[in-house]
């Protein structure tokens, strides 16, 4: 009963801790995400959505096209309160870790080990990148 209790009360924390920080981090003049930053995350987020890796979060797995739609929850979250204003504060603000449990989230694509999500994240934006320049 003592360790359920203590959970609780850490869970209860990290959500006040949550608001708190996402209340005193929202700016008077909300910043905006550029149109390349949003082109850059929709192909991003359209990469999860059709991969045939799985997305861990909360203590379990999920299709890459239930993670894409969680990932743009967060996303048009953090654009309306004007927290993100590239593609490395999406990943490290949406695609890391999870906002309520702070576990982090994880990748895991056929025949490879499971990585930390930003990582993965990480790589493909570059992948993305490096197309867009040639």
Not at 74 to 89: A, F, P, Q, R
Not at 115 to 130: D, F, M, N, T, Y
Request: with cysteine; glycine share 6%; net charge negative.
């Amino acid at each position: 009963m003592a360790t359920r209790t203590v959970l609780v009360e850490g869970i209860v924390c990290r959500l006040i801790g949550l608001v708190l920080l996402l209340l005193a981090a929202a700016p008077a003049d909300a910043a905006e995400l550029s149109s390349s930053a949003q082109t850059e995350i929709d192909a991003l987020l359209n990469r999860l959505g059709a991969s045939k890796c799985q997305f861990y979060r909360n203590g379990s797995w999920h299709s890459g096209s239930e993670a894409r739609d969680h990932l743009q929850m967060k996303l048009d979250y953090l654009v309306e309160k004007g927290l993100i204003t590239d593609s490395e504060e999406f990943i490290e603000k949406a695609g890391t870790e999870s906002s309520l449990s702070g576990q982090p989230y994880k990748v895991r694509c056929p025949n490879q080990e499971d990585q930390p999500s930003a990582v993965w994240l990480g790589s493909e934006l570059r992948k993305i990148r490096q197309k867009d320049s040639k």
